[in-house]
């Protein structure tokens, strides 16, 4: 059997670079150990695919965000399979027919002051009756949160974790928000 873990390396990124086309892998050159070059993201997802790896750490178990800034894979639980990944977006995909967004606001509507997101995730997991690891029940609330966030809901009052280019690409690890009277 052949090795296809794609490595993906880091051209020169200019000052002025467009920060989400960096972070979603753009000013990199990808090539897969079976010797295949990849002309962009889009062709190194592909082969991934075709091959059975990760098609987002494309199977070197990790993310490489940014130069110099890289996190264990969330898709396939550092497995660099893609399988794994499969497994996760179907557990996904129930979590969002299970957890809606009326069971979040039920969950925040009696707090009266910030709230984290694993503290949100938690209660909603116990409101279900959930069991842990069975869904991805944090991933889920924090996508519910964040919408109510860009619906004018709620706003983020924690400052990020990391700043990992300047201002315009942070990290949050367990983000504290508030909801906004009205």
């Known amino acids: 059997m052949r090795k296809h873990t794609i490595t993906a390396f880091w051209e020169e990124i200019p000052d002025d670079a467009d920060d989400l086309v960096l972070v979603r892998g753009g000013f990199r050159v990808y090539l897969c150990l079976c010797g295949t070059q990849l002309r962009d993201r889009t062709a190194a997802e592909l082969h991934a695919a075709e091959t059975g790896q990760c098609t987002t750490c494309l199977g070197s178990t990790s993310e490489n965000i940014l130069p110099g800034y890289s996190q264990s ?27 809606g967004v009326e069971t979040v606001k039920t969950v925040i509507d009696p707090l009266t002051g910030p709230f984290r997101l694993s503290e949100v995730a938690d209660a909603v997991r116990e409101a279900l009756d959930l069991p842990v690891g069975r869904l991805p029940v944090g ?33 949050y690890r367990d983000p504290l928000w508030e909801k906004i009277p009205g």
């Open 139 to 171: 991933p889920r609330v924090r996508d519910i949160l964040r919408g109510m966030e860009a619906a004018g809901e709620l706003v983020m009052v924690s400052a990020p974790d990391e700043l990992l280019r300047g201002t315009a690409v942070v990290l």
């Open 73 to 99: 894979c969330t898709s396939c639980a550092g497995t660099g399979r893609r399988r794994t990944q499969l497994q996760w977006q179907l557990a996904y995909a129930e979590a969002e027919v299970m957890i």
